[in-house]
T-cell receptor, first 114, second 116 residues
Framework: AQTVTQSQPEMSVQEAETVTLSCTYD???????LFWYKQPPSRQMILVIR??????QNATENRFSVNFQKAAKSFSLKISDSQLGDTAMYFC???????????FGKGITLSVRP | DARVTQTPRHKVTEMGQEVTMRCQPI?????VFWYRQTMMQGLELLAY????????DSGMPKDRFSAEMPDATLATLKIQPSEPRDSAVYFC??????????????FGPGTRLTVL
């Protein structure tokens, strides 16, 4: 069975600093995608970034980047120049099976301090 | 700007009452998912549909929950009778799922359900 593990329940970072959120997963598949979703206090689930497993290059979206290590099955999210609006819960997600149902980690609550 | 819509956004009801939540997926998406989010269990997949056909509802309590897609623009999740333990936020998500594709899911704003 595919699993997604986020072992850090909470993190805090000073505004303008960099923070890394960890995620590990387990799968027997070879080609797949990984996602990070953000859920701010509004509860809306927003896709932050995606990574294709067959690409060695780490994905980047503005201040957000990933450190993808396929052999280690690790998929961490780095947020640079943290902003107050980054305060949210962050979920690592992994689509499993032919129908791509998402398996989510438990989430990490990130607080950005002014 | 295409987006998934859900109604109602908030629902407060009493134990034993029927609750119906509605979702309009993004036009052109072939797969619709229902998730439930609670503090204790996190995000759980309840059911999902492909081209309106139910594929998997193993995440749902069968005796009280039912999910349907009467047409391509509407998905419903019904709880009858509702219980306090059903209190949660229910999300609908849709996506265009193709073999080998990105298969990203787009989430609606959720329905916050409180059962007293």
């Amino acid at each position: 069975a595919q699993t997604v593990t986020q072992s850090q329940p909470e993190m805090s970072v000073q505004e303008a600093e960099t923070v890394t959120l960890s995620c590990t997963y387990d799968t027997s598949e070879n080609n797949y995608y990984l996602f990070w979703y953000k859920q701010p206090p509004s509860r809306q689930m927003i896709l932050v970034i995606r990574q294709e497993a067959y690409k060695q290059q780490n994905a980047t979206e503005n201040r957000f980047s990933v450190n993808f290590q396929k052999a280690a099955k690790s998929f961490s999210l780095k947020i640079s120049d943290s902003q107050l609006g980054d305060t949210a819960m962050y979920f690592c997600a992994f689509p499993t099976g032919a129908n791509s149902k998402l398996t989510f980690g438990k989430g990490i609550t990130l607080s950005v301090r002014p | 700007d295409a987006r998934v819509t859900q109604t109602p956004r908030h629902k407060v009801t009493e134990m034993g009452q029927e609750v119906t939540m509605r979702c309009q997926p993004i036009l052109g998406h072939n797969t619709v998912f229902w998730y439930r989010q609670t503090m204790m269990q996190g995000l759980e997949l309840l059911a999902y549909f492909r081209n309106r056909a139910p594929l998997d509802d193993s995440g749902m309590p069968k005796d009280r929950f039912s999910a349907e897609m009467p047409d391509a623009t509407l998905a419903t999740l019904k709880i009858q009778p509702s219980e306090p333990r059903d209190s949660a936020v229910y999300f609908c998500a849709s996506g265009l799922v193709v073999t080998g594709g990105v298969n990203e899911q787009f989430f609606g704003p959720g329905t916050r359900l409180t059962v007293l």
